[in-house]
């Protein structure tokens, strides 16, 4: 077999495999990644609102439950509610 059929034979074969993996390692990242691009968008109980770095380690988050929006401050080994909204007052 000459060198130049045997590149595309290597080719014919390698190519469907890279492309099986690239698509299977996406499919992977969306079904295990719930919110990135649009993947994984279902109605939650729960609804990260808007999240905000506040120093290092820490954050402060919206989070909507039950249609109240909680106010936490999230930090290393610590989540504590800081504030809730009520939802007849908007």
């Known amino acids: 077999m000459s060198a130049l059929a045997w590149y595309f034979l290597k080719l014919l074969i390698l190519l469907p495999m890279v492309g099986g993996m ?3 390692a996406l ?3 969306r079904k ?3 919110g990135m691009l649009g993947a994984g968008q279902r109605d939650r109980a ?3 609102v808007d999240v905000m770095p ?3 380690i820490g954050k402060l988050a919206v989070v909507e439950f039950d249609g109240k929006k909680l106010l936490l401050s999230i930090s290393r080994g610590k989540v504590e509610k ?3 909204s009520d939802p007849r007052n908007g």
């Open 54 to 56: 506040m120093g290092t």
């Open 46 to 48: 729960i609804k990260l």
């Open 32 to 34: 295990y990644q719930p």
């Open 27 to 29: 499919w992977l990242w």
């Open 22 to 24: 690239a698509y299977g």
């Open 82 to 84: 800081l504030a809730e």
